[in-house]
């Protein structure tokens, strides 16, 4: 091969492209004699300072840096369930907090008196185990600032007073009435509290409270579940949920079910004696949880039953009205998120106990749902974050639209879209029919909203009272804060009354 | 001499008319002389010669007498000037009495008092103070010539006093007026100054949001909220402090009050703990290069800042479960006196001490000559 340029004269020697050469500042300065670009000497390997710059053919190189070492947490986390029960934990009393001169208790006077309308009324003391027991407060509730528990009169708790009175009174209007109500309303207007009222009420009147405090725990698949027997697959029994519905009944109820004794036949149950009170039944299912939804049933019967089987007429006393409230009801309108054996979502109206309280709301049936009287309040839930079903929201609709007076055939009168996929099982659970029974109410519907001024002003000086409001309280005061609060939603109401504002 | 203000006219004149029986340079009156000449020097605005009074007072009070004088001095009291039945002399006796006793015992000798005397025997009688403690009286009184008495300052006195008081009664009557009819135009009354904190932009306390803010982790103020609000209800159910007297809260509202108003209750524990002054460490000031800690004072928010700062490293010490009540129960338990946060204050008080003999001065820098 010859070579491109003349060896004497070295005239076609090329020279380096500028852009390869360094500049000749940046260079360092070595002899003068090199005609090669002096900085990639100090890249060549081996050759000290520059020696890294360089990745190796074929070597793995590690770019990043060198990871520190976590450190090490030394601290163990707290016991197993202590975190849920400081969630879970209520507190009733706060001894700061003064006392209010002048405060009366709930009593059977003081429940139907409206001169004591939108003033607070204390839970009286050794009611709060009983309320404890059906876990009526709720742990977001505000009952931990007070010196004890008190509620609000509202117009709304003065009405269930009232039929309350009409249904255990001995006037002669007395007889055994049943309300069956929905009630919903928005977020902390009071619906849990108004649950809480009609327990307590209950109590006083010496009625049997049967209380879910949360619906959604029957369908969140958080307890054991089984179908119910060979005959019926598709049904299911939480055997553990309803022997927790029997303790909370038994402790709440003691007073009333120790007097009470069996006078059904009960062949499914051997070791039901026959002089045995009804407390003794209930604890059997608490006890043996596998039992627990024979002995529900039981217990139902014995207090549904107007007349005693024959041969067992001596044990037998009129039985007590009835109160059930459930908080939550939204969650029952949908799929629950237990599993069948085909690992299909098993529907909340599947469930033996959900069904039960379900078919009581629904008029119509042939037997009446509480023969001696009673009230079902089932209350929606916003706190939860309940599922949205366009069924119930229907439902609810037409309640509204019938208690306005529209009959099914106006045609103002709320119907499912068309496409809406709406769910059968739901609409037919709740469509209220025409009762057979005189004693009995269609399905009712309750908004509950905001309070009104005067309830607002009481409620506000309950505060001030309490040593808890520094202000002074005055109708343009408790206006301003009534609009504040959404027009007199209670839990914004308590908000502002616990706010605080240090005077200068 | 240098100018003499009203006020210490009275009472140089009085320590001179002081009867005395014999004018004798003695250490009491040494002492006393030169007490009177500090305490006219404090008080003079201006004047050439003041300082160099000043300096002649201070010469005199340094300069003790003689050991073998003072002895004398001591023995006279002691000894020679005893009365009649033995006792020493008084005071009294030796320094005569006060010329303003004598005076208000003789009226008869009150009334060819000086006028001095007499103006200051009216103004007591009269039940107002010979001088004002309004700021603004005192500013116009520095703008007029502090040389003699101001002329006809009673009447004057007396006619401000009357222009003020009708000021008070016209705004009173405005007042009232006011409240029984609204202005032209309104419909209810005007609503009273708006609290601080109704402005939604300053809707917490400076206190809370300085608090809420320092207990911010990754820029979540919203939990900062939350567990602000689950300390002040903890503040407000737990059992009242039992307040240890050697560590007091700065207030003076009895501990069962306190949790009423849990705000209010947290700013008081925490302005208890907050230290007055930072130790700066300061080059320079000592030889060889050496940082010493200087006292440097702080301004309240910078003070509430580090003692919230130290409450909430002690709480991380702490062994509960929720960062919420781990710094609730060391809330307790500064506001009980115990705890680490009152220690560290106590240091920083100290090292403060040792290190306040360096303030004011500049650190030596050293010339670097070409």
Same mark, same amino acid.
């Given at each position: 091969?010859?070579?491109?340029?003349?060896?004497?004269?070295?005239?076609?020697?090329?020279?380096?492209?500028?852009?390869?050469?360094?500049?000749?500042?940046?260079?360092?300065?070595?002899?003068?004699?090199?005609?090669?670009?002096?900085?990639?000497?100090?890249?060549?390997?081996?050759?000290?300072?520059?020696?890294?710059?360089?990745?190796?053919?074929?070597?793995?190189?590690?770019?990043?840096?060198?990871?520190?070492?976590?450190?090490?947490?030394?601290?163990?986390?707290?016991?197993?369930?202590?975190?849920?029960?400081?969630?879970?934990?209520?507190?009733?009393?706060?001894?700061?907090?003064?006392?209010?001169?002048?405060? &009366? #208790? $709930?009593?059977?006077? /003081?429940?139907?008196?409206?001169? *004591?309308?939108?003033?607070?009324?204390? !839970?009286? +003391?050794?009611?709060?185990?009983?309320?404890?027991?059906?876990?009526?407060?709720?742990?977001?509730?505000?009952?931990?600032?007070?010196?004890?528990?008190?509620?609000?009169?509202?117009?709304?708790?003065?009405?269930?007073?009232?039929?309350?009175?009409?249904?255990?009174?001995?006037?002669?209007?007395?007889?055994?009435?049943?309300?069956?109500?929905?009630?919903?309303?928005?977020?902390?207007?009071?619906?849990?509290?108004?649950?809480?009222?009609?327990?307590?009420?209950?109590?006083?009147?010496?009625?049997?409270?049967?209380?879910?405090?949360?619906? &959604? #725990? $029957?369908?969140?698949? /958080?307890?054991?579940?089984?179908? *119910?027997?060979?005959?019926?697959?598709? !049904?299911? +029994?939480?055997?553990?949920?309803?022997?927790?519905?029997?303790?909370?009944?038994?402790?709440?109820?003691?007073?009333?079910?120790?007097?009470?004794?069996?006078?059904?036949?009960?062949?499914?149950?051997?070791?039901?004696?026959?002089?045995?009170?009804?407390?003794?039944?209930?604890?059997?299912?608490?006890?043996?949880?596998?039992?627990?939804?024979?002995?529900?049933?039981?217990?139902?019967?014995?207090?549904?039953?107007?007349?005693?089987?024959?041969?067992?007429?001596?044990?037998?006393?009129?039985?007590?009205?009835?109160?059930?409230?459930?908080?939550?009801?939204?969650?029952?309108? /949908?799929?629950?998120?237990?599993?069948?054996?085909?690992?299909?979502?098993?529907?909340?109206?599947?469930?033996?106990?959900?069904?039960?309280?379900?078919?009581?709301?629904?008029?119509?049936?042939?037997?009446?749902?509480?023969?001696?009287?009673?009230?079902?309040?089932?209350?929606?839930?916003?706190?939860?974050?309940?599922?949205?079903?366009?069924?119930?929201?229907?439902?609810?609709?037409?309640?509204?639209?019938?208690?306005?007076?529209?009959?099914?055939?106006?045609?103002?009168?709320?119907?499912?879209?068309?496409?809406?996929?709406?769910?059968?099982?739901?609409?037919?659970?709740?469509?209220?029919?025409?009762?057979?029974?005189?004693?009995?109410?269609?399905?009712?519907?309750?908004?509950?909203?905001?309070?009104?001024?005067?309830?607002?002003?009481?409620?506000?000086?309950?505060?001030?009272?309490?040593?808890?409001?520094?202000?002074?309280?005055?109708?343009?005061?408790?206006?301003?804060?009534?609009?504040?609060?959404?027009?007199?939603?209670?839990?914004?109401?308590?908000?502002?009354?616990?706010?605080?504002?240090?005077?200068? | 001499?240098?100018?003499?203000?009203?006020?210490?006219?009275?009472?140089?004149?009085?320590?001179?008319?002081?009867?005395?029986?014999?004018?004798?340079?003695?250490?009491?009156?040494?002492?006393?002389?030169?007490?009177?000449?500090?305490?006219?020097?404090?008080?003079?605005?201006?004047?050439?010669?003041?300082?160099?009074?000043?300096?002649?007072?201070?010469?005199?009070?340094?300069?003790?007498?003689?050991?073998?004088?003072?002895?004398?001095?001591?023995?006279?009291?002691?000894?020679?000037?005893?009365?009649?039945?033995?006792?020493?002399?008084?005071?009294?006796?030796?320094?005569?009495?006060?010329?303003?006793?004598?005076?208000?015992?003789?009226?008869?000798?009150?009334?060819?008092?000086?006028?001095?005397?007499?103006?200051?025997?009216?103004?007591?009688?009269?039940?107002?103070?010979?001088?004002?403690?309004?700021?603004?009286?005192?500013?116009?009184?520095?703008?007029?010539?502090?040389?003699?008495?101001?002329?006809?300052?009673?009447?004057?006195?007396?006619?401000?006093?009357?222009?003020?008081?009708?000021?008070?009664?016209?705004?009173?009557?405005?007042?009232?007026?006011?409240?029984?009819?609204?202005?032209?135009?309104?419909?209810?009354?005007?609503?009273?100054?708006?609290?601080?904190?109704?402005?939604?932009?300053?809707?917490?306390?400076?206190?809370?949001?300085?608090?809420?803010?320092?207990?911010?982790?990754?820029?979540?103020?919203?939990?900062?909220?939350?567990?602000?609000?689950?300390?002040?209800?903890?503040?407000?159910?737990?059992?009242?402090?039992?307040?240890?007297?050697?560590?007091?809260?700065?207030?003076?509202?009895?501990?069962?009050?306190?949790?009423?108003?849990?705000?209010?209750?947290?700013?008081?524990?925490?302005?208890?703990?907050?230290?007055?002054?930072?130790?700066?460490?300061?080059?320079?000031?000592?030889?060889?290069?050496?940082?010493?800690?200087?006292?440097?004072?702080?301004?309240?928010?910078?003070?509430?800042?580090?003692?919230?700062?130290?409450?909430?490293?002690?709480?991380?010490?702490?062994?509960?479960?929720?960062?919420?009540?781990?710094?609730?129960?060391?809330?307790?338990?500064?506001?009980?006196?115990?705890?680490?946060?009152?220690?560290?204050?106590?240091?920083?008080?100290?090292?403060?001490?040792?290190?306040?003999?360096?303030?004011?001065?500049?650190?030596?820098?050293?010339?670097?000559?070409?």
């Amino acid at each position: 091969m010859v070579s491109p340029f003349c060896w004497g004269c070295l005239t076609r020697l090329r020279p380096t492209p500028r852009t390869l050469l360094p500049s000749p500042s940046s260079v360092s300065r070595g002899p003068a004699f090199h005609t090669s670009a002096v900085f990639h000497a100090g890249l060549r390997p081996g050759s000290g300072r520059g020696a890294t710059a360089v990745s190796k053919f074929r070597q793995p190189s590690n770019a990043s840096m060198k990871k520190r070492k976590k450190p090490v947490e030394k601290s163990r986390p707290p016991p197993v369930g202590e975190r849920k029960a400081i969630r879970k934990r209520i507190v009733l009393s706060n001894p700061n907090a003064l006392e209010v001169e002048g405060l &009366q #208790e $709930l009593s059977e006077e /003081t429940m139907v008196d409206s001169r *004591l309308h939108g003033t607070a009324l204390a !839970l009286p +003391v050794p009611m709060l185990d009983q309320l404890r027991a059906v876990q009526a407060f709720k742990p977001n509730q505000g009952w931990s600032i007070f010196r004890r528990p008190c509620t609000i009169l509202r117009q709304e708790t003065l009405q269930l007073g009232r039929f309350f009175d009409k249904v255990s009174g001995d006037g002669e209007h007395k007889g055994p009435f049943v309300k069956k109500k929905i009630i919903s309303g928005p977020s902390k207007s009071g619906k849990s509290v108004l649950l809480l009222q009609a327990m307590a009420m209950g109590f006083i009147k010496k009625w049997v409270v049967f209380t879910i405090p949360e619906a &959604q #725990e $029957l369908v969140s698949a /958080t307890s054991s579940y089984a179908p *119910l027997s060979e005959e019926q697959p598709h !049904l299911y +029994v939480q055997n553990e949920a309803t022997a927790a519905l029997l303790s909370r009944t038994v402790v709440a109820n003691k007073a009333v079910l120790s007097k009470l004794r069996v006078s059904q036949d009960h062949p499914a149950l051997s070791a039901v004696t026959p002089g045995m009170t009804l407390e003794g039944l209930a604890n059997l299912g608490v006890q043996d949880p596998a039992s627990a939804w024979t002995v529900f049933q039981a217990l139902w019967g014995e207090l549904t039953a107007t007349a005693a089987a024959p041969g067992l007429e001596k044990n037998f006393t009129p039985r007590p009205p009835i109160l059930v409230t459930v908080d939550g009801l939204g969650h029952w309108m /949908t799929e629950s998120k237990y599993r069948d054996a085909e690992f299909k979502l098993v529907h909340s109206h599947d469930l033996v106990l959900v069904r039960h309280f379900l078919r009581l709301l629904k008029p119509g049936g042939d037997q009446p749902a509480l023969p001696n009287g009673g009230a079902l309040l089932y209350a929606t839930s916003t706190t939860m974050n309940p599922p949205s079903v366009y069924a119930f929201d229907l439902i609810l609709k037409r309640a509204a639209a019938r208690a306005a007076g529209f009959k099914f055939n106006d045609p103002r009168f709320p119907r499912a879209e068309a496409y809406s996929n709406i769910d059968p099982r739901v609409l037919e659970a709740l469509t209220s029919q025409k009762s057979k029974h005189a004693q009995e109410k269609k399905l009712g519907h309750q908004v509950l909203g905001g309070v009104t001024h005067d309830e607002a002003r009481g409620f506000m000086e309950y505060f001030a009272r309490s040593g808890l409001l520094q202000e002074t309280i005055s109708d343009e005061w408790v206006s301003e804060k009534w609009t504040l609060a959404g027009g007199g939603v209670i839990g914004e109401l308590e908000r502002i009354g616990r706010r605080l504002r240090v005077a200068a | 001499m240098p100018p003499l203000l009203n006020l210490f006219a009275a009472r140089t004149a009085a320590s001179t008319v002081r009867i005395s029986a014999a004018p004798r340079r003695s250490v009491l009156a040494g002492a006393s002389k030169s007490h009177s000449a500090l305490s006219q020097r404090r008080w003079n605005s201006s004047g050439s010669d003041g300082k160099k009074e000043a300096e002649e007072a201070q010469r005199a009070a340094t300069s003790m007498p003689h050991v073998s004088e003072e002895a004398a001095e001591v023995s006279r009291i002691m000894e020679k000037e005893k009365r009649c039945d033995g006792v020493p002399a008084t005071p009294e006796l030796e320094q005569g009495t006060m010329v303003s006793e004598i005076l208000s015992r003789d009226k008869e000798a009150a009334k060819h008092a000086p006028k001095v005397f007499q103006d200051q025997i009216r103004k007591a009688q009269s039940g107002s103070r010979s001088f004002s403690t309004s700021a603004r009286r005192g500013q116009l009184e520095e703008q007029k010539p502090s040389g003699g008495v101001p002329a006809g300052s009673k009447a004057d006195d007396a006619a401000h006093a009357a222009f003020v008081q009708s000021m008070i009664t016209q705004v009173t009557e405005d007042a009232a007026a006011a409240k029984q009819e609204l202005a032209p135009g309104l419909k209810f009354p005007a609503p009273e100054t708006l609290p601080r904190t109704e402005n939604y932009r300053s809707r917490y306390e400076p206190l809370l949001e300085q608090f809420t803010k320092l207990i911010m982790r990754d820029g979540k103020l919203g939990i900062a909220e939350k567990n602000m609000y689950a300390v002040l209800d903890h503040l407000r159910t737990s059992p009242p402090p039992n307040i240890n007297p050697r560590r007091p809260l700065l207030t003076d509202l009895p501990a069962p009050q306190l949790p009423l108003n849990p705000v209010k209750y947290l700013t008081i524990i925490v302005d208890s703990v907050a230290p007055l002054i930072k130790n700066k460490p300061m080059k320079g000031l000592v030889g060889g290069g050496a940082s010493v800690p200087v006292p440097v004072p702080l301004v309240e928010r910078q003070r509430r800042r580090a003692a919230i700062k130290w409450i909430i490293d002690a709480s991380d010490k702490r062994r509960d479960t929720k960062f919420a009540q781990r710094l609730a129960n060391e809330l307790v338990a500064v506001a009980e006196g115990r705890g680490g946060v009152w220690d560290k204050r106590d240091l920083v008080y100290k090292v403060g001490i040792q290190g306040r003999a360096l303030l004011g001065q500049k650190p030596k820098t050293r010339v670097i000559r070409m």
